[in-house]
């Protein structure tokens, strides 16, 4: 018997940035009364709510207790108690770190171009602050699941993307998540260092 099943959310447990279906919401639910579970994403906290715990048809506080989220690539830990989803840490960028890493993104983008890269219209933000991470999506933040699934099947654009982010900034920890995103966070910060959290 494990005593942790850890998990990615997008592509994992839920289609990119879609509600969890109720299969998956009932076995996860049959999961949590056995071990504890801990999900990992690169998502911010709400989309975590929304996309995947507000699905989950649990109002057993004992069963909640057994689930950890961890957000934002782990750069942030949540924890349920008797008063709800409780904030156990937050490792925040500061605003000189956001704006260097913005910076960083507008460079190499312009540096590849649109065409290249195949960005000819976005969807929402293209570069998002999660205070603890800043999210890349090439399309936009509400670009359509089969648009994104087809804009780099096989990473090689954001292999492109990371490398030069890489040598402009190297303080930074580089991750592609997701279908078309890449997440920056603190030195050190990733689905290991969640692990090492629990």
């Known amino acids: 018997m494990k005593l942790l ?3 990615d959310l997008d592509g994992t447990l839920t289609k990119s940035k879609q509600s969890m279906d109720n299969e998956m919401a009932s076995l996860l639910v049959d999961l949590l009364k056995k071990t504890k579970v801990a999900v990992v994403s690169g998502g911010k906290y709400e989309q975590f709510i929304n996309q995947f715990v507000d699905y989950l048809n649990c109002n057993d506080s004992k069963l909640l207790s057994n689930l950890f989220l961890f ?3 782990a750069t942030a830990f ?3 108690s008797d008063d709800g ?3 156990i840490y937050n490792e925040l960028l500061s605003e ?3 704006k260097l890493i913005k910076s960083a993104i507008e460079f190499v983008t312009e540096r590849i171009g649109i065409d290249k890269l195949d960005i000819h219209i976005t969807f929402g933000k293209q570069v998002e602050d999660r205070k603890t991470q800043i999210t890349f999506s090439a399309l936009g933040q509400e670009a359509p699941l089969d648009l994104k699934k087809n804009w780099d099947k096989n990473q090689k654009k954001r292999w492109q993307i990371k490398k030069m982010l890489e040598n402009l900034i190297p303080e930074f920890e580089i991750t592609i998540g997701g279908t078309t995103s890449i997440d920056i ?3 050190g910060i990733d689905k290991i260092y969640a692990i090492k959290q629990m």
Do not use: A, G, L
């Open 71 to 73: 957000p934002t690539c």
């Open 78 to 80: 949540y924890r349920y």
């Open 5 to 7: 099943y850890i998990f």
């Open 185 to 187: 966070t603190k030195k």
């Open 85 to 87: 989803w409780m904030n």
């Open 96 to 98: 000189k770190e956001k």
